[in-house]
């Protein structure tokens, strides 16, 4: 029998974190973060990681369990949110996977093989010389010749995702679908929040505002004086607009400006992740008056829909 799954999907700055905490105090359930920076340790202000006061002492899975300065895959965290998942699961809880990162919830429900190819730092240098010395174009040509199926589905503009591509071919690997829905790992419900765009929009710039607030600048000065320039903390959004603002290639009202910006842009990117996902019932947070009256209502649906008691 499948295990029964509740997931809180949706983009940053819609209150996924309280209402998850309000549906695993209602459901006797605990959370595991589809997050794939809150899972990195000293990354928390930037991450919008909840504080213990914020997670109502409900039990917390997949935060804090990579160091930043090592890389961190999807396959990884496939692997040991199943764990969380299953260990939830058999003392009798329900799993409520919550976050943003939609290809770590992709992959998670539907069971993708992601490739186990560890990461080559010498050949991905290789491959972003070749890119910028001849353009996404001819990167994206190098993979038609090697998988043409694979090549079809990623856009030339997706270098990264191209070049992950190689990657894997390179080391025989066979190249995932990440596109085409499986069949669910899950007896999954899935909840997905959204709110009219100039609302999301002036939520994400208080929330940057509240970040700096807390001493964003510290924690990224931190992390700065022991991670090198390619780690991935210090290519999220935040850490690299501070980054230049500590190098001094801007001000630092220009990187909060930027910081807004391409929070908003990566808001707009997980909307269209999410429409592409099949089965997603959507509330509008701001049809309902107050956060207590939508938990009841998703708590009702989940209620129904995973025929708990």
Known sequence: MKEKLLVLCGPTATGKTALGVRLAQALNGEIVSADSMQLYRDMDVGTAKPDAAERGGIAHHMLDVADPGQPFN??????????AIADIAAR???????GGTGLYIN???????QGDTAPDAAFRA???????????????LLLQQRDAATAARLHPNNAKRVIRALEILRGGGV???GESPQ????????????MQRELLYRRIDARVDD???RGLTDEVKKLRERLTPA????QAIGYKELIAFLQRECSLDEAVARIKQQSRHYAKRQMTWFRRMPDIRWYQVDDYASADALAQDVCVYAKDRLELN
């Open 211 to 213: 970040m700096m607030r």
């Open 92 to 98: 009798g809880k329900l799993p409520i996977l919550c």
């Open 231 to 234: 780690s991935t903390a210090l």
């Open 107 to 113: 992959a998670l429900l539907y069971g993708h093989d």
């Open 183 to 194: 069949k669910a790992c899950y007896q999954a419900c899935i909840v997905g929040l959204t």
């Open 175 to 177: 190249v995932p679908d």
């Open 74 to 83: 999807v396959a990884q965290y496939q692997r040991q949110a199943a764990g």
């Open 126 to 140: 290789e491959m972003a010389g070749y890119l910028a010395q001849n353009g996404p174009e001819a990167l994206h």
